[in-house]
């Protein structure tokens, strides 16, 4: 079936150090959101990317969609301890009804040692 | 704007039987979805409804049903309840059929015993 597949599982860093979280499909994506998810809580909406290439910057947050629309990478700059949490990418694949539920990867667990 | 706000936060249930979980959606959004999340895994989709009509499915049985009403809130039901079904139910609500981001609810944590 589709998959999402989201490396690393976990991420240990220092405080200031950078991070990044990749994501792979197995099938060409229509678009594919990130959502951060604390500990305890709810998935939270970071971004879309839709365009074959696209680059979109929020502050220290990088998130980029590969050319093949099957790819796509978050950087976060200079960790701060409000980053932790899960980092998850969720693929929306093409649907020839309309329907398009997200796929989501396994997440990567950001842990920040200050 | 009020968010997505899910209903029980918790719920205990014994295997085989029937649970019934409510999600009202966010102002203005009338695509509902509904993700199972087991512990320490992504969401999974279940299903999603736009505009009362179900149109889109996950790798689910059929004991999983829902329904979505006409001012766009859902419920969630699962019939014949296994204890694989403990996990954190999450309803997620957006703005028509478009490139939009989904907002969440906080969730029902269901636990079969």
């Not at chain 2, 049903?65 to 079904?85: K, T």
Request: hydrophobic fraction near 25%; include cysteine.
């Amino acid at each position: 079936g589709q998959q999402v597949m989201q490396i690393p599982q976990y991420q240990h860093v220092q405080e200031g150090e950078d991070f990044t979280t990749y994501c792979n499909s197995s099938t060409t994506l229509s678009n594919i959101q990130w959502y951060k998810q604390r500990p305890g809580g709810h998935p939270v909406f970071l971004i879309q990317l839709v365009k074959s290439g696209e680059v979109k910057k929020q502050k220290r947050l990088t998130f980029q969609f590969g050319e093949a629309k099957k790819n796509s990478s978050l950087h976060i700059t200079a960790t701060q301890t409000t980053d932790v949490g899960t980092y998850f990418c969720a693929g929306v694949m093409y649907s020839g009804g309309g329907a398009d539920g997200l796929t989501f990867g396994k997440g990567t667990h950001l842990i920040i040692q200050p | 704007e009020t968010g997505v706000t899910q209903s029980p936060t918790h719920l205990i249930k014994t295997r085989g039987q029937q649970v019934t979980l409510r999600c009202s959606s966010q102002s203005g959004h009338n695509t509902v979805s509904w993700y199972q999340q087991a512990l320490g895994q992504g969401p999974q989709f279940i299903f999603q409804y736009y505009r009362e009509e179900e149109n889109g499915r996950g790798n689910f049985p059929p004991r999983f049903s829902g329904l979505q009403f006409p001012n766009y809130s859902s419920e969630l039901n699962v019939n014949a309840l296994e204890l694989d079904d403990s996990a954190l139910y999450l309803c997620a609500s957006r703005r028509g059929q478009g490139h939009y981001g989904y907002t969440f609810g906080s969730g029902t944590r269901l636990t079969v015993v």
